[in-house]
């Protein structure tokens, strides 16, 4: 009976969580910032974009978590790594979605790689299981594969497309594909301090979402975020805290119906 409500539950709530489960908005600091993460570059590049992972700066590592409107078994945990290379950077990443009765798992390792001062490309390999307990399990391999570029100082372009291929779970689910994404968009950095971020993100047979969002570098040790997606219509708000290589993210995503999304991130960079 249990696992059935757990079943229930996911079923009512689909709509809200169809693109929430990690497939694209990994870190508190995306998640403060209206999940916008198409253009930012931090750990969860190796997640978010593939072609902004071309540009970090430092090999770093990456935990995040959140409670999706507060409600039992709808848990999503992040992992990352971004190592840099003089051939490129390198990333792995693992994704947890639910609980024991339900849950989703996608791992994947990646690569990105500078094709020019201003231009970044970048690919991943996935691979994503699908748990029902004491029912079934399935898996399936896909991809998914991004860009950045920058054609002036202050702006910043990405886009990305994940399971391209429209891969299915397998024989246990036959019927289940997973999401197919496209996401692109733009930031506007005006100083050090700001970032303006906006994007669309187009998930197959569903409308178009916007994300937006905003970061203000306060002061060294803090910066301030918040943010907007529609369909449905979220308000989000977050902040970070650097100590030398750590940043401690907190964020938060309301629903005017379904409540509170808390969620918290932990990153380090090695110097």
């Not at 009976?1 to 995306?30: D, E, H, W």
């Not at 848990?75 to 989703?104: C, L, R």
Request: net charge negative; proline share 2%.
């Amino acid at each position: 009976m249990k696992q059935l409500c757990t079943l229930l539950l996911i079923g009512i709530t689909s709509t809200y969580i169809s693109a929430q489960v990690g497939y694209n908005n990994a870190g508190s600091r995306s998640n403060g910032m209206g999940d916008a993460s198409v253009t930012l570059t931090d750990v969860y590049s190796v997640m978010n974009n593939q072609g902004t992972l071309a540009f970090i700066e430092h090999t770093a590592v990456g935990l995040s978590a959140q409670n999706i409107f507060g409600l039992e078994g709808l848990n999503i945990f992040n992992g990352a790594a971004a190592i840099k290379t003089k051939s490129g950077n390198f990333g792995i990443s693992a994704n947890y979605f639910g609980d024991e009765n339900y849950n989703q798992l996608k791992a994947g390792i990646a690569y990105g790689r500078k094709l020019g001062e201003n231009f970044g490309a970048g690919i991943q390999l996935d691979y994503v299981s699908t748990n029902v307990n004491e029912l079934d399990q399935a898996g399936a391999i896909t991809f998914e594969a991004g860009i950045k570029y920058s054609p002036y100082k202050k702006l910043q372009v990405g886009a990305r497309v994940f399971n391209p291929i429209r891969a299915k779970l397998g024989d246990a689910f036959a019927e289940e594909e997973l999401p197919a994404l496209f996401n692109l968009g733009l930031s506007y950095v005006p100083s050090d301090k700001i970032i303006l971020a906006i994007e669309g993100e187009q998930q197959l047979d569903a409308d178009l979402r916007i994300k937006s969002g905003i970061e203000y570098h306060i002061i060294d040790a803090l910066y301030l975020r918040g943010g907007y997606m529609s369909n449905p219509s979220i308000l989000t708000a977050g902040a970070g805290i650097k100590l030398k290589g750590f940043y401690f993210d907190f964020a938060a995503q309301f629903h005017q119906q379904l409540g509170f999304t808390p969620g918290i991130g932990l990153q380090y960079e090695l110097n």
